[in-house]
C-alpha cells in the first residue's frame, strides 16, 4: 500500500457544482479512484475523466467503505458523499472500516455544504440561538430514539431540520412529529418546504405545519429528496403569502450578496462564493475575512470601524450605494451565514429598505471542526450559540436524548467549563475542541469530559463539539457508528 496514498471523504454539497467546495475539487483531482453512490457520481461526472470509478446502489454503504479503503493500495482515492460528510453521510463508516487498516493520518474529511444550510440560505432563515437536525428514517435508529429526540426539541422550541421526512412505504412517522411539534394542534409553526435542494427541479415554499398535517396533497409533495425546517426559536425569515405560501426571499441573482466564507481557510470556499468575490465592484467585512480571499477578491475593498452594529450598518448602506450605482456587492460572512451570524440584520428589513439580497451559503464552523476531529456528528445532532446562558443545562438534556451537541461562539476557557460540567453525565463521551478550525494558528484537543474542562490553550472563536453516543476515540480522532452494525457485518 503506497504509503503517500490518501483516503479523502469527500463531500459534494447538496447538488449544484457552485456549491462545491475548492477542496472538494482538488481532492477528487489528486484522486487516482472514485467511490461512491451513482446519482451523487453524476454531479460531478466531469471531474471523472481518467479516474478508476466504481459505484454501487441504495444500502450498499459499508460495500463502499471497504472498496475505498482497499483501492489504497493503488494510489489516492475519493469516496464521494453528497452533502457533508458528517451529516447523514460516509465520515463515521469510512473512518471506521479505515481505523482497522492504516494510519488514520493518512484519511481526510472534506467538509460540504449540507442541505439545511442550503436551503435555509435559498429561502433567507437565519438561526441566531439553536437548531436541531433529525433524520426520519428509522433503518439505522429506532424509532422510539427519533420521536425522543424530536420531542426534546420541540420542548425546547428549537428550529427543527428533518431529513428523509417522508418515503413511499413510511408516510406515518412525518404525521407524528409534525403532531408532536403542533403539541397536539395547540400551537403552529411556520414551515419550509425545500425539495431538491440547489438541483434541477429545486422547489422552495412556505406553509404551517398544522397546515401539512391537515392536506394530504401537501405531505404528498414530500418526499426523499425533501428537507423541512420547523420553525422555532431565534429563527427569523419565513412567512405566508395570500395564497398559504411564499417563496423565500433570497433572490438567485441580486446586485447584494452574503457571501460565507467558510472557516478561514480558503480552499474550503464554494466555487459561487469565489464567482461572487471575483465579480464583485465592492467587498465588505472584517479584515480576517477579507485577507483569507485576498487572492479572488479585483474590487474595492471596505472594513469598516465602530461598534459592532455600527459596522452592520455601514456595510449595508455602503452596499445599498453600490447597488444604486449599478454595482455589485458582496458582505462576507465567516463559516455560513445562516447560522449564528450577523446575516439577519441585513436581512431584514430596515430604514434603507428591504434588501433584495443572494445568500451564499459557506462550510460552518461545526462542519470544518467536525471534519478536523473525524466524525462526532454523524447521527443526529444540535447547534447551540454558546452567547445563551441557559446553553449548559439545554446540552445536557439534548445528550440526554442521544444528540450530538456543538456548542459556538465561546473563549476556550469557558467552552472547557462548559464540557466539565455536562461531562459528568457520560464521563466516556469524547469531546473536542476546536479553536480557528483550519486557519494556520487552529488549536485542536480531542479527550473526555475531564480531559477538556483543562484545555492546553486559550483564546476565543472556539467550536466544542460533544459526539453523539456509539462514539469512540481512535488515534485522535472520534469515530461515531451510526448503527450500520445493525443491517451488516463488517
Same mark, same amino acid.
Given at each position: 500500500?503506497?504509503?503517500?496514498?490518501?483516503?479523502?471523504?469527500?463531500?459534494?454539497?447538496?447538488?449544484?457544482?457552485?456549491?462545491?467546495?475548492?477542496?472538494?475539487?482538488?481532492?477528487?483531482?489528486?484522486?487516482?479512484?472514485?467511490?461512491?453512490?451513482?446519482?451523487?457520481?453524476?454531479?460531478?461526472?466531469?471531474?471523472?475523466?481518467?479516474?478508476?470509478?466504481?459505484?454501487?446502489? +441504495?444500502?450498499?454503504?459499508?460495500?463502499?467503505?471497504?472498496?475505498?479503503?482497499?483501492?489504497?493500495?493503488?494510489?489516492?482515492?475519493?469516496?464521494?458523499?453528497? /452533502?457533508?460528510?458528517?451529516?447523514?453521510? $460516509?465520515?463515521?463508516?469510512?473512518?471506521?472500516?479505515?481505523?482497522?487498516?492504516?494510519?488514520?493520518?493518512?484519511?481526510?474529511?472534506?467538509?460540504?455544504?449540507?442541505?439545511?444550510?442550503? #436551503?435555509?440560505?435559498?429561502?433567507?432563515?437565519?438561526?441566531?440561538?439553536?437548531?436541531?437536525?433529525?433524520?426520519?428514517?428509522?433503518?439505522?435508529?429506532?424509532?422510539? *430514539?427519533?420521536?425522543?429526540?424530536?420531542?426534546?426539541?420541540? *420542548?425546547?422550541? $428549537?428550529?427543527?431540520?428533518?431529513?428523509?421526512?417522508?418515503?413511499?412505504?413510511?408516510?406515518?412517522?412525518?404525521?407524528?412529529?409534525?403532531?408532536?411539534?403542533?403539541?397536539?394542534?395547540?400551537?403552529?409553526?411556520?414551515?419550509?418546504?425545500?425539495?431538491?435542494?440547489?438541483?434541477?427541479?429545486?422547489?422552495?415554499?412556505?406553509?404551517?405545519?398544522?397546515? +401539512?398535517?391537515?392536506?394530504?396533497?401537501?405531505?404528498?409533495?414530500?418526499? $426523499?429528496?425533501?428537507?423541512?425546517?420547523? =420553525?422555532?426559536?431565534? +429563527?427569523?425569515? =419565513?412567512?405566508?403569502?395570500?395564497? =398559504?405560501?411564499?417563496?423565500?426571499?433570497?433572490?438567485?441573482?441580486?446586485?447584494?450578496?452574503?457571501?460565507?466564507?467558510?472557516?478561514?481557510?480558503?480552499?474550503?470556499?464554494?466555487?459561487?462564493?469565489?464567482?461572487?468575490?471575483?465579480?464583485?465592484?465592492?467587498?465588505?467585512?472584517? *479584515?480576517?475575512?477579507?485577507?483569507?480571499?485576498? *487572492?479572488?477578491?479585483?474590487?474595492?475593498?471596505?472594513?469598516?470601524?465602530?461598534?459592532?452594529?455600527?459596522?452592520?450598518?455601514?456595510?449595508?448602506?455602503?452596499?445599498?450605494? #453600490?447597488?444604486?450605482?449599478?454595482?455589485?456587492?458582496?458582505?462576507?460572512?465567516?463559516?455560513?451565514?445562516?447560522?449564528?451570524?450577523?446575516?439577519?440584520?441585513?436581512?431584514?428589513?430596515?430604514?434603507? /429598505?428591504?434588501?433584495?439580497?443572494?445568500?451564499?451559503?459557506?462550510?460552518?464552523?461545526?462542519?470544518?471542526?467536525?471534519?478536523?476531529?473525524?466524525?462526532?456528528?454523524?447521527?443526529?445532532?444540535?447547534?447551540?450559540?454558546?452567547?445563551?446562558?441557559?446553553?449548559?443545562?439545554?446540552?445536557?438534556?439534548?445528550?440526554?436524548?442521544?444528540?450530538?451537541?456543538?456548542?459556538?461562539?465561546?473563549?476556550?476557557?469557558?467552552?472547557?467549563?462548559?464540557?466539565?460540567?455536562? /461531562?459528568?453525565?457520560?464521563?466516556?463521551?469524547?469531546?473536542?475542541?476546536?479553536?480557528?478550525?483550519?486557519?494556520?494558528?487552529?488549536?485542536? #484537543?480531542? /479527550?473526555?469530559?475531564?480531559?477538556?474542562?483543562?484545555?492546553?490553550?486559550?483564546?476565543?472563536?472556539?467550536?466544542?463539539?460533544?459526539? =453523539?453516543?456509539?462514539?469512540?476515540?481512535?488515534?485522535?480522532?472520534?469515530?461515531?457508528?451510526?448503527?450500520?452494525?445493525?443491517?451488516?457485518?463488517?
Amino acid at each position: 500500500m503506497p504509503s503517500e496514498s490518501k483516503l479523502y471523504i469527500v463531500g459534494i454539497g447538496p447538488g449544484s457544482r457552485d456549491l462545491l467546495t475548492r477542496r472538494a475539487k482538488a481532492a477528487i483531482a489528486d484522486s487516482k479512484s472514485v467511490v461512491g453512490y451513482r446519482p451523487y457520481l453524476d454531479l460531478v461526472s466531469d471531474l471523472l475523466e481518467g479516474k478508476a470509478v466504481s459505484s454501487t446502489g +441504495m444500502g450498499r454503504e459499508v460495500d463502499r467503505a471497504k472498496e475505498a479503503v482497499g483501492l489504497l493500495d493503488e494510489g489516492s482515492v475519493a469516496l464521494v458523499s453528497s /452533502g457533508d460528510p458528517n451529516v447523514y453521510g $460516509m465520515a463515521g463508516l469510512g473512518l471506521e472500516v479505515a481505523s482497522g487498516k492504516v494510519d488514520l493520518g493518512r484519511v481526510e474529511v472534506v467538509p460540504g455544504i449540507t442541505s439545511f444550510s442550503a #436551503a435555509a440560505c435559498r429561502a433567507g432563515i437565519t438561526f441566531r440561538k439553536s437548531v436541531a437536525v433529525i433524520s426520519l428514517s428509522d433503518l439505522l435508529t429506532p424509532w422510539p *430514539e427519533i420521536e425522543k429526540r424530536a420531542r426534546i426539541a420541540s *420542548e425546547l422550541n $428549537m428550529p427543527i431540520a428533518l431529513y428523509n421526512p417522508r418515503s413511499k412505504k413510511r408516510t406515518w412517522q412525518l404525521d407524528r412529529v409534525l403532531d408532536i411539534c403542533t403539541e397536539g394542534g395547540r400551537i403552529d409553526r411556520d414551515l419550509l418546504v425545500a425539495r431538491n435542494v440547489a438541483r434541477e427541479g429545486e422547489d422552495l415554499w412556505w406553509t404551517k405545519a398544522e397546515e +401539512m398535517l391537515e392536506k394530504e396533497e401537501l405531505r404528498q409533495k414530500v418526499d $426523499m429528496f425533501t428537507l423541512l425546517i420547523i =420553525g422555532g426559536d431565534g +429563527m427569523t425569515g =419565513g412567512g405566508r403569502g395570500e395564497e =398559504g405560501v411564499v417563496k423565500g426571499e433570497s433572490i438567485p441573482k441580486s446586485r447584494i450578496n452574503l457571501v460565507g466564507v467558510g472557516p478561514g481557510d480558503p480552499s474550503h470556499l464554494t466555487l459561487e462564493a469565489e464567482e461572487f468575490i471575483e465579480r464583485s465592484n465592492l467587498i465588505l467585512g472584517p *479584515e480576517r475575512h477579507l485577507q483569507a480571499v485576498r *487572492e479572488s477578491i479585483k474590487g474595492e475593498t471596505v472594513s469598516n470601524e465602530g461598534g459592532f452594529e455600527e459596522r452592520i450598518r455601514a456595510r449595508l448602506l455602503a452596499a445599498k450605494e #453600490a447597488e444604486g450605482r449599478g454595482e455589485t456587492a458582496s458582505i462576507l460572512f465567516g463559516g455560513d451565514p445562516s447560522t449564528f451570524s450577523s446575516a439577519w440584520r441585513i436581512l431584514e428589513p430596515s430604514e434603507f /429598505g428591504p434588501s433584495k439580497v443572494h445568500v451564499s451559503p459557506g462550510v460552518g464552523a461545526f462542519s470544518a471542526a467536525a471534519a478536523r476531529i473525524g466524525a462526532p456528528l454523524v447521527n443526529d445532532f444540535v447547534l447551540l450559540s454558546g452567547l445563551d446562558d441557559d446553553a449548559p443545562e439545554r446540552a445536557r438534556k439534548l445528550m440526554e436524548g442521544g444528540f450530538a451537541v456543538v456548542i459556538y461562539n465561546q473563549s476556550s476557557e469557558k467552552l472547557s467549563g462548559l464540557a466539565g460540567r455536562i /461531562g459528568d453525565l457520560d464521563p466516556e463521551r469524547p469531546f473536542g475542541l476546536v479553536q480557528d478550525a483550519t486557519r494556520h494558528d487552529e488549536r485542536i #484537543a480531542v /479527550g473526555r469530559g475531564a480531559d477538556l474542562a483543562r484545555p492546553k490553550f486559550d483564546g476565543r472563536r472556539c467550536t466544542l463539539i460533544i459526539a =453523539g453516543p456509539e462514539a469512540r476515540i481512535k488515534d485522535g480522532r472520534i469515530i461515531t457508528r451510526r448503527g450500520y452494525q445493525t443491517k451488516y457485518d463488517y
